[in-house]
């Protein structure tokens, strides 16, 4: 018996495989199309372990996924891989269309044979649990009550709506064919293996970097921010004890306006690694071009599966982002393999610097 887990060597996939071998007996296959997002370094401490397998491939093709599902006897599928930047999404919208719907459709139909070709215990105890975004929820003002379960879906992006499509797939397959599937609804992530384009590893690597911190708008879009270990163990819990066809909202009670989060992190630095010249890292803050379309405001309402499965999270944002930001002052190499040539491609395409 065995996982499958879709996405594994990207940010959260890979803290998701680390933390299930570290705490389960049972093997884990990954399968991952290593795109520019996807780094086997983040899996190199268990790339010895006989638990583990890295298979590179896509989830839309449905060849690759029946036969690894056959193979390996595999007893949950857990869907972490997608095209997942938003700035991206809104350059070249065509990867997410295919990867997050099309992918996941194909994916879907290999794991509805699979299953379908299922006994007894095995067919029982089987799960598809769909990894999703509170992206998906829309925008709130500054005093709406925060997202439950039963807040309708009204994606902004290209990549919300893309994650919306392949959570009503994932939806209709359990509703029309009883595919055992189980799907979370998260808030923003951060923590070690986080790819520099997003906000918390890119402001740390410019500030040592002595680039520009740039800030999207006025800075006061407001993000619930929880730490990535954090949303593993939720996702193991729903996995262990959801019910099937639910959604769950996962998240960390922990809104921060972006320049709160900025300010934090420059801070945090100027006690860690303090600038040559003594200043703050506060000094190299700029106020940039706002994001097209830019959600003002996320805040997931997690009391779901705190009432019904007893998770909480583990990490206050205090405790998350000292750990983090130590983190990438002690994984030079790390940051070395990841800013390759694309990358320095996308940060000119986005900043143009
Ligand atoms: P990521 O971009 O760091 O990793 C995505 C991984 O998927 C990469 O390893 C990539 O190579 C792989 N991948 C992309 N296309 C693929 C394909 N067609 N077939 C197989 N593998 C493919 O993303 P992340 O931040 O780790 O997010 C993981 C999941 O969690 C995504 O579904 C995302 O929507 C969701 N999510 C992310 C956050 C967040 O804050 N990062 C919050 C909530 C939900
Ligand atoms: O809410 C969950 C989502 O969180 C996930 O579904 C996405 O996969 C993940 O990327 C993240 O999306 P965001 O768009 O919220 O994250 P990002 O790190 O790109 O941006 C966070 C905030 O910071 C957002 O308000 C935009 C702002 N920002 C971002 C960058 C990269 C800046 O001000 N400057 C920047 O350079």
Redesign the pocket.
Known sequence: MAILV??G?????SNFVLEWLAQSSESVVV?????Y??NPDNLSSVQNDARFKLVQG???DRTLVSDLLTKHGIRAVLN??????VDRSIHAPGEFIQ?NVV?TFELLEAVRAYWGALEGDARQAFRFLH???DEVYGSLGDNDPAFTEQHRYEPNSPYSAS?AASDHLVRAYHHTYGLPVLTTN????YGPFH?PEKLIPLMILNALNGKALPVYGDGRNVRDWLYVTDHCSAIRRVLESGLLGETYNIGGWNEKTNLEVVHTLCDILDDLSPRSDAKSYREQMQFVKDRPGHDRRYAIDASKVERELGWRPAETFDSGIRKTVRWYLDHPQWVQGVVSGAYRDWVKTQYGQ
């Open positions: 879709t996405g060597a990207g940010f959260i996939g399968l991952d199309k290593l795109t997002a996807g896509d989830i839309g972490f891989a997608a095209e997942s930047h990867t992918g990894v999703s975004t994650k998260c808030s923003n992530n790819f």
